[in-house]
T-cell receptor
Framework: NAGVTQTPKFQVLKTGQSMTLQCAQDMNHEYMSWYRQDPGMGLRLIHYSVGAGITDQGEVPNGYNVSRSTTEDFPLRLLSAAPSQTSVYFC?????????????FGNGTRLTVT | DAKTTQPNSMESNEEEPVHLPCNHSTISGTDYIHWYRQLPSQGPEYVIHGLTSNVNNRMASLAIAEDRKSSTLILHRATLRDAAVYYCIRNRRTGNQFYFGTGTSLTVIP
């Protein structure tokens, strides 16, 4: 099993450009989520999904969109990139959305917005 | 506040036990306590989780206070590969919304 796969690993954008960060899992997990990690701030939850067709906002959703059309994929869209979105982005999944279900993380996408 | 309180950093000698504390004084009765660790340039990795009683697995042990307001992650014999940032998280019963704090940076001294 590949687990949670994120692409690309690195990306540089200019202010105002749009892009999609891809996340796929092959574990048939019900729950998927996106986090961003900034220096000294730990991880912050952006959006999450408890199943195909269902998404919800986390702590810091502004500037990001998500959709969940399949169980496997949970892309994160930046509509108009801003320098404040420079960060490392992690996708995570778990078997269920119940709190005793551990998260499995991808290896991250490092995004720089100039 | 859903986040927990941990010391910013700790040191341990190699092959000695390490006790990493966490305070979660506002935890509710159905919140699970999870621990993750993050090595440099990698995503967080699950370590252990529990609700009320102490838990053991191949990586670590988790000791939960009787009032559940604090917990301790125990690494029985620290190795150099255990050097990482350790996050303690309280997780609500539904929604699986993990709120990470800044964690404890563990340095293992050879």
């Amino acid at each position: 099993n590949a687990g949670v796969t994120q692409t690309p690993k690195f990306q540089v954008l200019k202010t105002g450009q749009s892009m999609t960060l891809q996340c796929a899992q092959d574990m048939n997990h019900e729950y998927m989520s996106w986090y961003r990690q900034d220096p000294g701030m730990g991880l912050r939850l952006i959006h999450y999904s408890v199943g195909a067709g269902i998404t919800d906002q986390g702590e810091v959703p502004n500037g990001y969109n998500v959709s969940r059309s399949t169980t496997e994929d949970f892309p994160l869209r930046l509509l108009s990139a801003a320098p404040s979105q420079t960060s490392v982005y992690f996708c995570a999944s778990s078997y269920t959305h119940y709190s005793n279900s551990p998260l499995h993380f991808g290896n991250g996408t490092r995004l720089t917005v100039t | 506040d859903a986040k927990t309180t941990q010391p910013n950093s700790m040191e341990s000698n190699e092959e000695e036990p390490v006790h990493l504390p966490c305070n979660h004084s506002t935890i509710s009765g159905t919140d699970y306590i999870h621990w993750y660790r993050q090595l440099p340039s990698q995503g967080p990795e699950y370590v252990i989780h529990g609700l009320t009683s102490n838990v053991n697995n191949r990586m670590a042990s988790l000791a939960i206070a009787e009032d559940r307001k604090s917990s301790t992650l125990i690494l029985h014999r620290a190795t150099l590969r255990d050097a990482a940032v350790y996050y303690c998280i309280r997780n609500r019963r539904t929604g699986n919304q993990f709120y990470f704090g800044t964690g404890t940076s563990l340095t293992v001294i050879p």
